[in-house]
């Protein structure tokens, strides 16, 4: 019972092709969320869900974009990889219960190298 | 802008206490969160504080005082498996669920 699985789970590209990566849940939470971690920087997100088909914008959603047409499936694609975009990928769902407990959950990841 | 700030490394002793701080500067603020995460492993879910005071499980108890911007993770007991990473993030929104991180504090603990 994996809760959340990312595909692929390591890739390398090459600069200027498109990567698209894959977020898979079996709990059917309503939010999902992409984040990047860099060496230095923590955790940033880039893009989140609240529903299918309504997404928005994290504090570094340049150069990606993100689509939901299930509940389950939330896909992250770099239209057109640079070598900035290297990085571990984690996708997350959000696990609340009333105003006192907020969790996300975040699966095993993803590491992309840009060449 | 907003800022999350907690010491970049601490290093104990097996069985000793270690209390990790962190301050933050936000444009909203409705909990802080703790993570950890282990090298080449995804970041795990340790506490919420939403409300001022202590939280407790087991050794590991979270602290939060809305009026100093500020709180603090403290594990007790420690043990060689407790040598991880620790996040402190902010949630800024009571519903999306957006967090925004700190960068971490390196928990090295010796034997």
């Known amino acids: 019972d994996a809760g959340i699985t990312q595909s692929p789970r390591h890739k390398v590209t090459e600069t200027g092709t498109p990567v698209t990566l894959r977020c898979h849940q079996t709990?059917?939470?309503?939010?999902m969320y992409w984040y990047r971690q860099d060496p230095g920087h923590g955790l940033r997100l880039i893009h989140y869900?609240?529903?299918?088909?309504?997404?928005d914008k994290g504090e570094v959603s340049d150069g990606y974009s993100v689509s939901r047409s299930k509940t389950e499936d939330f896909l992250l694609t770099l239209e057109s990889a640079t070598s900035s975009q290297t990085s571990v990928y984690f996708c997350a769902i959000k696990r609340s219960q009333g105003l006192l407990y907020n969790e996300q959950f975040f699966g095993p990841g993803t590491r992309l190298t840009v060449l | 802008g907003q800022s999350l700030e907690q010491p970049s490394e601490v290093t104990a002793v097996e069985g000793a206490i270690v209390q990790i701080n962190c301050t933050y500067q936000?444009?909203?603020?409705?909990?802080l969160s703790w993570y950890q995460q282990h090298d080449g492993g995804a970041p795990t879910f340790l506490s919420y504080?939403?409300?001022?005071g202590l939280e407790e499980t087991g050794r590991f108890s979270s602290f939060l005082s809305r009026s100093d911007s500020y709180g603090y993770l403290l594990l007790q007991e420690l043990q060689m498996k407790d040598s991880a990473s620790y996040f402190c993030?902010?949630?800024?929104?009571?519903?999306?669920?957006?967090?925004?991180f700190g960068q971490g504090t390196t928990l090295q603990v010796k034997p």
């Open positions: 709990e059917n939470h309503r939010y």
């Open positions: 869900s609240y529903g299918v088909k309504d997404t």
């Open positions: 936000t444009s909203g603020f409705y909990g």
């Open positions: 504080n939403a409300l001022d």
């Open positions: 993030a902010v949630h800024g929104s009571s519903n999306t669920g957006k967090l925004i």
